[in-house]
């Protein structure tokens, strides 16, 4: 089992950068493929990027490719999403995931965390 904690959603100009994080807790956090989705008010949640559990592979839908960067700490149990370029319609309540392979789907997801809002301000 693994717990996760975000952390670095804030308020921020649309260009603006922000930094993401997830602390995982236990001693599997590099037997997990790690994720990022965000909900916007009103809307289902969805995918945002993945990374394999080595960090050799990583996916984004298409409308964060080039501005959003997912990488992984496993010495130190943290995931990351680098964040470049927002925009107002990135603002939603970010959510780092872990499940024992690649999962787009929501609804598949064996862990999440307790999420952390970003918005972006035009």
């Known amino acids: 089992q693994v717990q996760l904690v975000e952390s670095g959603g804030e308020l921020v100009q649309a260009g603006g950068s922000l930094t993401l994080s997830c602390a995982a807790s236990?001693?599997?956090?590099?037997?997990?493929?790690m994720h990022w989705f965000r909900q916007a008010p009103g809307k289902e949640r969805e995918f945002v990027a993945h990374?394999?559990?080595?960090?050799?592979?990583?996916y984004y839908v298409d409308s964060v490719k080039g501005r959003f960067t997912i990488s992984r700490d496993n010495a130190k149990n943290t995931v990351f999403l680098q964040m470049n370029s927002l925009k107002p319609e990135d603002t939603a309540i970010y959510y780092c995931?872990?499940?024992?392979?690649?999962?787009?789907?929501?609804?598949?997801?064996?862990?999440w965390g307790q999420g952390t809002q970003v918005t972006v301000s035009s």
């Open positions: 995931a872990a499940h024992t392979y690649y999962s787009p789907d929501p609804t598949r997801i064996d862990y």
């Open positions: 236990g001693r599997t956090f590099s037997s997990y493929a």
């Open positions: 990374i394999s559990r080595s960090g050799g592979s990583t």
